[in-house]
């Protein structure tokens, strides 16, 4: 299983581009282009508070 993840910054432009152009469609895409496993995601939370993780 993969996670996105996006930045408010980038939310917060097409949200100002919906808002100005009233696009017709309905379904956007602003998630990121790379994908992270959730190990990955574990193993970097793990690795920012200096702990070990166990699997």
Not at 32 to 53: A, F, M, Q, R, W
């Amino acid at each position: 299983m993969k996670l996105q993840f996006f930045y408010i910054d980038d939310l917060c432009k097409v949200i100002e581009i919906i808002i100005k152009n009233h696009p017709e469609e309905k379904i956007y895409n602003v998630g990121n282009e790379e994908p992270v496993s959730i190990k990955e995601c574990v193993k970097l939370c793990y690795e920012v508070v200096g702990k070990d993780v166990i699997f």
